[in-house]
């Protein structure tokens, strides 16, 4: 069955810090996508960045940076010179090929970035 | 251009009415997703919509919930006889079709207190 875990509820940093955010999955499928969504104070998810199970490749977008490794199952992300202004819930999602897209969310990481 | 767009925002229900959400796609968007957030469960996944084929209700809670999508565009989300544990925030997304490989889009969400 596919699951995502992530493991820390909360965290809380001083802005400027580097952060980790910690996303682990499950699923029995060789082709699969994932997720990371934000949901800022205001409340609505918004779209950060997708990966196919193909490709490993990691990538960087400004300050923000994604790992992923197959090999553990992980799809970490990494916000770097943190700024209040990523204080947020972050979820991490699952979608297998077979299932028509719906997403399979993670807990979600609450990130408070203190001035 | 428009994003997803959700209506009402708030809606505060007697326990036993019936309700109904309402969910505007983004434009060209063939797949509608039904997602629930609530405090205990996180987000779950509802209900599917791709293009005419039949939805994907594998995650409807219970024969009180209910969605159609007309048009291939609007959907609604109907709950009979409302309880209690149904108070949740409600959200609506969309995306390309396709298997899942794309990302979705969210609105803004409904949020549902039953008294």
């Known amino acids: 069955a596919q699951k995502v875990t992530q493991a820390q509820t909360e965290i809380s940093v001083v802005e400027k810090e580097d952060v980790t955010l910690d996303c682990v999955y499950e699923?029995?499928?060789?082709?699969?996508?994932l997720f990371w969504y934000k949901q800022p104070p205001s409340g609505e998810l918004v779209f950060l960045i997708r990966?196919?199970?193909?490709?490993?490749q990691n990538e960087i977008s400004g300050r923000y940076s994604w790992n992923f490794q197959k090999s553990t199952s992980s799809f970490n992300f990494t916000i770097t010179a943190s700024q209040v202004v990523d204080s947020a819930v972050y979820f991490c999602?699952?979608?297998?090929?077979?299932?028509?897209?719906?997403?399979?969310f993670g807990q979600g990481t609450e990130l408070s970035v203190k001035p | 251009g428009a994003g997803v767009s959700q209506s009402p925002s708030n809606k505060v229900t007697e326990k036993g009415k019936d309700v109904e959400l309402r969910c505007d796609p983004i434009?060209?968007?063939?797949?509608l997703y039904w997602y629930r957030q609530s405090l205990g469960q996180g987000l779950e996944f509802l209900i599917y919509?791709?293009?005419?084929?039949?939805?994907?209700k594998s995650g409807l809670p219970s024969d009180r919930f209910s969605a159609e999508r007309t048009g291939g565009s609007v959907s609604t989300l109907t709950i009979q006889r409302t309880q209690q544990e149904d108070s949740a925030v409600y959200l609506c997304?969309?995306?390309?079709?396709?298997?899942?490989?794309?990302?979705?889009?969210f609105g803004p969400g409904t949020r549902l207190t039953v008294t």
């Open positions: 990966r196919n199970s193909f490709d490993e």
């Open positions: 434009s060209g968007h063939t797949a």
């Open positions: 699923t029995r499928d060789t082709t699969y996508y």
């Open positions: 997304a969309s995306r390309v079709g396709g298997q899942g490989a794309y990302e979705q889009y």
């Open positions: 919509f791709q293009g005419n084929s039949a939805p994907d």
């Open positions: 999602a699952l979608s297998e090929d077979n299932q028509g897209g719906k997403l399979i």
